[in-house]
């Protein structure tokens, strides 16, 4: 006779973001890799997201986009970025996401590298770097507001790498500072240091993976109630 079905876990954790939170070639040993390498290679199951729901026990979701940003894309390249993306289920911008039901405690987001990590050319919309990091900033404070009114009682965690000279951490340190001025008190911002970036592509690997969410963990587990008790 066949099986119940497992109980749906309690906890529950939403991960947003890009290739660092797709876990984007995190198992391979050599930054050198094929595109098929890439996708033989890349394991979410093994990247943050699998980690953390692991640690606390939790159902999670991954909304990840390689590539994508906040308001610019990797090399200014033209696609939704993702908050664009994210109210729908398909890419056609047309097939909105059913969340009925979903109301995850943490929500981990992760965006800015794709922002930042490659030099403005001179057809895009922001002329200097300063004009690319107010949009940013004010897109991101939307996002997380946005996401706040669908999820009233989420504990959000905004983590950024040191990557760009430190200009990713930066202005999510700035991100966090304008949304705690809004009033916002159910937050953390988690820089995250002293990876080795040894997977595909110099992304982070597992081993990487394993140091971002600790520093994630010990943001959630220094706030009291975030699960609920």
């Known amino acids: ?17 890009d290739s660092h939170t797709v876990g984007y070639g ?3 040993t050599s930054r050198d890799c094929s595109e098929q390498q890439v996708w033989e ?18 159902a999670y979701r991954v909304n990840a986009i390689s590539g994508r940003g906040i ?31 979903w109301q995850p405690q943490v929500i981990v987001i992760a965006l800015g590298t794709n922002d930042f990590t490659t030099p403005l050319k001179p057809d895009e919309r922001w002329k ?18 946005d996401l706040r009114r669908r999820n009233p009682r989420a504990f959000f965690v905004l983590w950024a790498t040191d990557l760009a000279e430190g200009e990713i951490a930066r ?14 008190t159910r937050l953390a911002v988690v820089p995250v240091t002293g990876l080795s970036f040894g997977g595909c592509h110099f992304h982070p ?25």
């Not at 006779?1 to 973001?17: D, H």
């Not at 290679?41 to 939790?58: F, K, M, N, P, V």
């Not at 520093?215 to 975030?226: L, S």
């Open 26 to 28: 995190n198992t391979s």
């Open 205 to 229: 690997n597992v081993a990487d993976d394993a140091k971002i969410a600790d520093a994630i963990g010990k943001a959630i587990d220094g706030r009291k109630g975030v699960w609920g008790r």
């Open 71 to 101: 308001v610019r894309n990797y090399g200014g390249f033209a696609a939704p970025t993702v908050p664009d993306a994210y109210p729908y289920a398909l890419f056609d911008g047309k097939t909105p996401a059913d969340d009925a039901g």
């Open 171 to 184: 202005e999510v340190g700035k991100v966090g500072d304008r949304l705690r001025a809004s009033g916002e």
């Open 41 to 58: 290679t890349t394991d979410t199951s093994q990247g943050i997201a699998g980690q953390l729901s692991r640690r606390y026990g939790t």
């Open 128 to 145: 200097t770097r300063d004009a690319l990091h107010a949009d940013y900033e004010a897109r991101y404070v939307r996002f997380v507001q």
């Open 1 to 17: 006779m066949p099986l119940p079905a497992p109980a749906t876990p309690r906890r529950a954790i939403e991960f947003i973001g």
